[in-house]
């Protein structure tokens, strides 16, 4: 399925899947209702980007740019993998 991974002001990255039929703005049509992963626990402010490994299946990257720090995350076992803080 498609996914949309969105970053919040407290560091949550979360990712939803996305209707088979693509999003609409038409009453009664499937949305994006709910998410279907949490990444939490990673950054500590917000999360300024994120992008998708073009590579690696499942692999995230995720970046607080105002606590200077980068996460990879393996979204299928919903777990990071690595990081990397600058001081």
Sequence with gaps: PEQLVTGQDTGVVMLWNLPAEGLSLKKG????NRETLRLGGGHRR????MAFNSVADNILCTVSSLA???RIWDVAKGVQLQEQTEQ
Excluded: E
């Design 46 to 49: 917000r999360v300024t980007s």
């Design 68 to 70: 200077n720090d980068l």
């Design 29 to 32: 049509s499937a949305n994006v």
